[in-house]
T-cell receptor, first 111, second 116 residues
Framework: DAGVTQSPTHLIKTRGQQVTLRCSPK?????VSWYQQALGQGPQFIFQ???????QRGNFPDRFSGHQFPNYSSELNVNALLLGDSALYLC??????????FGPGTRLTVT | AQSVTQLGSHVSVSEGALVLLRCNYS??????LFWYVQYPNQGLQLLLK??????LVKGINGFEAEFKKSETSFHLTKPSAHMSDAAEYFC??????????????FGQGTRLTINP
C-alpha cells in the first residue's frame, strides 16, 4: 500500500516565479492538508481540501492556492514567489479522522 | 486559538538513558494530541496519539506519553535511548475529528541527540 507521495522532491525557483507542487494521498484517504515547514521550525498549516473544496485555511496570503481532484490528489500553487517561501512543503492525508499521514515533502528553494 | 510549547529546542542524552521531551498545549476544547518524529530530509512519522480514553498512550519504537489535563501537558518518554532515536520531535494539537481531520498546530520541535 503506497503511502502519501509528493512531487517533485526538490525544486529551485527564482523570485517572482510561480510553482506547483503535487500530492497523492494514501489509498482510501479523502482529505488532504498542506503544511509549510521553514528551516528549524515546526510545520505551519496552509490549508485543507475535502470533497474538492477548501475547508480550512491557515494564515497564508492569497498567493497560496490549491486544488483537489476527483481522485483526491491535490496541488499547491504559489504565485509571485518570495525568498521567504523557501521551505519544505508537506502534504498530509487522512480519512475523516484526526490521524494525518505525511508525505516526504517537497523542498522549495527560491533564489 | 490553540498553541503548543515544546520546552527545550535541543535535548541530549546518553545511550540507554531516559528520554523526556516536554510538551505543553493550550486549547479551548478537549484536544487531540500527537507526537511526530522527523528524520533528516524526511517527512513526519506519527509516534503516538491521544484522542480520548486512557491518558497513558503507548506508541512505536518504545515511546509513550501521558496526557495530564490539569497540567495541560503531553510529555514524551522512552525508558532507554537508542542511537536510532536521534531525530527531530514535534508535538501537535488539533481540535478533534469533527467533520474530517482538523488542522494540526505544531510546536517548534525538539532535536534529540544520543551520545554513545
Amino acid at each position: 500500500d503506497a503511502g502519501v507521495t509528493q512531487s517533485p522532491t526538490h525544486l529551485i525557483k527564482t523570485r517572482g516565479q510561480q510553482v506547483t507542487l503535487r500530492c497523492s494521498p494514501k489509498s482510501g484517504h479523502d482529505t488532504v492538508s498542506w503544511y509549510q515547514q521553514a528551516l528549524g521550525q515546526g510545520p505551519q498549516f496552509i490549508f485543507q481540501y475535502y470533497e474538492e473544496e477548501e475547508r480550512q485555511r491557515g494564515n497564508f496570503p492569497d498567493r497560496f492556492s490549491g486544488h483537489q481532484f476527483p481522485n483526491y490528489s491535490s496541488e499547491l500553487n504559489v504565485n509571485a514567489l518570495l525568498l521567504g517561501d523557501s521551505a519544505l512543503y508537506l502534504c498530509a492525508s487522512s480519512l475523516s479522522g484526526a490521524e494525518q499521514y505525511f508525505g516526504p515533502g517537497t523542498r522549495l528553494t527560491v533564489t | 486559538a490553540q498553541s503548543v510549547t515544546q520546552l527545550g529546542s535541543h535535548v541530549s542524552v546518553s545511550e540507554g538513558a531516559l528520554v523526556l521531551l516536554r510538551c505543553n498545549y493550550s486549547s479551548s476544547v478537549p484536544p487531540y494530541l500527537f507526537w511526530y518524529v522527523q528524520y533528516p530530509n524526511q517527512g513526519l512519522q506519527l509516534l503516538l496519539k491521544y484522542t480520548t480514553g486512557a491518558t497513558l498512550v503507548k506508541g512505536i519504537n518504545g515511546f509513550e506519553a501521558e496526557f495530564k489535563k490539569s497540567e495541560t501537558s503531553f510529555h514524551l518518554t522512552k525508558p532507554s535511548a537508542h542511537m536510532s532515536d536521534a531525530a527531530e520531535y514535534f508535538c501537535a494539537v488539533s481540535e478533534g475529528s469533527g467533520q474530517g481531520a482538523q488542522k494540526l498546530v505544531f510546536g517548534q520541535g525538539t532535536r534529540l541527540t544520543i551520545n554513545p
